[in-house]
């Protein structure tokens, strides 16, 4: 068999799948290639405010009427309930010691719940891969992207217009050729290894471990009775990623409508090596011996798949573009899951990439946007490692920890509001890593957490970092690590957003958050 198409592109995780029906959208003929098949189970599953809209950007941008229900709650499940999905209204974190149960200080000064959404209708998702990549991988198909599954890639060669691609699907040989080839296949993946690409380690950030797996039976902790009745959280502390945070690493738990429960851990190697990670089941039971707390949400529940042992999260090739060919983000790097970049540098990296096929095809301009792909991808995937890294430096000291993560919360809320005001540049690249005074106060702010600076300072910091981006009241010290979805803070931010009152009256509207 033998097959000549526009564009290749090779894995049909969510991020090729998107890929695929954008560039057939953007009028190039695609072949799609992934050496498994789906339904399969896939990691990386928490979504998060910027990257739904992406997702709704991206679908309104290409006209994927049937993707756009998924990038929010109240619509998938209307639209779309059995595909497996979880409710998640904000990022919640818990600091834990090892030994102790958590402690759930009266300052709330050992927790942090940031809401994402003032309702279950508009807000965030955990995505199950399993039905989600599915799903996309058939829409692809049903777009007309030829979709080739269990095709294993022998070899990738440049030609003289564009890439051959030498791969086996049962028992038979092909040759595909393409103009332009994607890569999708993840870390150190397809195009990595067969252009012979070299990798680079983030400077600051630890090779920490994962240990992960579905499981079933998982308890909520908000009916576990550790929380004093009389407070009532932002929003139900479970229905978001839900972090366990101590020195050393962290534990996610995303719940899932269907009944399963992700849940893993990343660490640090010096942690990693004392759980003994590699050895799986019994390393998570270890591991729960150490947090009372998190022993007991897990009392009852039962692995349903079998554990699985990363011994390397953080990848970053030294490429992610070239002639003819370009890699998502998510092939390219990989920080780690802590805040959820995944998903929205993969989509910022296909917002990027479906303009360029769909403006520049076949023109010079067409190559040059594939190196502002690279460039900026570098810059976005940088940023977001250097957050990381100061975060992991201060995992023992939450007061410092909660602080950083407003770096992170400013910035995103930042970009969601400017997106949805139709003003992108004033946000600019993920974690506004290009804003003339962010960018740089982002920078100092990690580097002071990282050189071990001062608890008193680099909070004073990090509050001076915020202040021009902050429309969400992270500001407000009252809150007490609290921080609601409050509509009067978007009008006092106003000005930050260049935006007048009724342009935030009507952005409201428009986006479900008030109803006219
Ligand atoms: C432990 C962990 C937790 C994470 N949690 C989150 C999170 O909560 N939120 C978030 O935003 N991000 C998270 N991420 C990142 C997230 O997983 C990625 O951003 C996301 O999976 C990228 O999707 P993708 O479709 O581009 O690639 P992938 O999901 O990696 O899919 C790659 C596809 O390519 C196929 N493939 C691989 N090699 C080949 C080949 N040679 N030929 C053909 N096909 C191939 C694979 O079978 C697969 O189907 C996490 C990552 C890890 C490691």
């Given amino acids: 068999m033998t097959g000549a198409f526009d564009v290749a592109v090779l894995g049909s995780g969510f991020g090729g799948s998107l890929a695929a029906l954008i560039a057939r959208r953007a009028g190039r003929t695609v072949v799609l290639i992934e050496r498994g098949t789906h339904p399969r189970f896939a990691i990386g599953e928490s979504s998060s405010p910027l990257a739904n809209l992406l997702l709704e950007e991206l679908a309104d941008g290409y006209d994927l009427p049937r993707i756009r229900p998924l990038s929010a709650w109240g619509t998938w499940q209307r639209t779309y309930p059995e595909i497996g999905c979880g409710l998640k209204r904000g990022f919640t974190f818990y600091a834990h010691e090892a030994g102790n149960p958590f402690r759930g200080a009266p300052d709330r000064s050992d927790q942090l719940l940031v809401a994402a959404s003032p309702n279950d209708e508009v807000a965030d998702t955990h995505w199950y891969r399993p039905d989600f990549d599915g799903f996309l991988a058939d829409e692809a198909a049903a777009e007309g992207a030829e979709y080739l599954d269990r095709t294993a890639i022998a070899a990738i060669a440049a030609g003289a217009s564009g890439f051959d691609i030498d791969a086996s699907r049962a028992g038979r040989s092909m040759r595909l050729r393409a103009r332009f080839v994607i890569d999708a ?10 252009l012979g690409l070299a990798s680079t380690a983030f400077p600051d950030l630890p090779q920490t471990e994962g240990l992960f797996t579905h499981f079933e039976n998982v308890r909520r902790l908000d009916a576990m009775g550790i929380f004093p009745a009389a407070a009532t959280p932002p929003y139900p502390a479970d229905d978001a990623a839900l972090h366990h945070v101590f020195d050393g690493g962290w534990i996610w738990v995303l719940r899932f409508q269907n009944g399963v429960t992700s849940a893993g851990i990343a660490a640090t190697p010096a942690l990693a090596r004392e759980l003994r990670l590699s050895e799986g089941a019994t390393a998570w039971q270890r591991l729960l011996d150490r947090f009372p707390t998190v022993h007991d ?31 998502l983000p998510s092939a390219a790097a990989f920080v780690d899951p802590l805040l959820s970049t995944g998903f929205p540098l993969t989509l910022l990296g296909l917002e990027r990439l479906g303009e360029a096929m769909r403006t520049d095809w076949g023109r010079p301009a067409f190559e040059e946007k594939l190196q502002r792909h690279e460039t900026r991808t570098f810059l976005e995937v940088d940023a977001a490692a250097l957050l990381v890294s100061a975060l992991y430096a201060r995992f023992d000291d939450f007061p410092v920890f909660a602080a950083l993560t407003h770096l992170y919360f400013a910035a995103a809320s930042f970009a969601e509001s400017a997106r949805r005001l139709g003003r992108p540049a004033l946000s600019g690249a993920f974690l506004s890593a290009d804003h003339p005074t962010f960018g740089p106060a982002l920078d100092r702010c990690c580097r002071m957490a990282l050189g071990g600076g001062d608890r008193d300072e680099v909070l004073a910091a990090v509050r001076e970092a915020i202040e021009p981006l902050d429309v969400i009241g992270l500001g407000d010290a009252s809150r007490r690590n609290w921080y609601p979805v409050d509509q009067a803070d978007l009008y006092a931010s106003a000005r930050k957003l260049n935006a007048t009152r009724a342009e935030i009256d009507a952005l409201l509207v428009r986006c479900g958050l008030v109803t006219a």
Avoid: I, K
Wanted: glycine share 14%; charged share 10%; hydrophobic share 40%.
């Fill in 185 to 194: 296949s993840g870390p150190g993946g397809a195009l990595h290894q067969a």
């Fill in 297 to 327: 949400q897990f009392a009852g529940a039962r692995p349903t798949l079998p554990f699985v042992h990363r011994p390397q999260l953080p990848f970053r090739s030294r490429s992610a573009a070239g002639p003819g060919w370009a890699m």
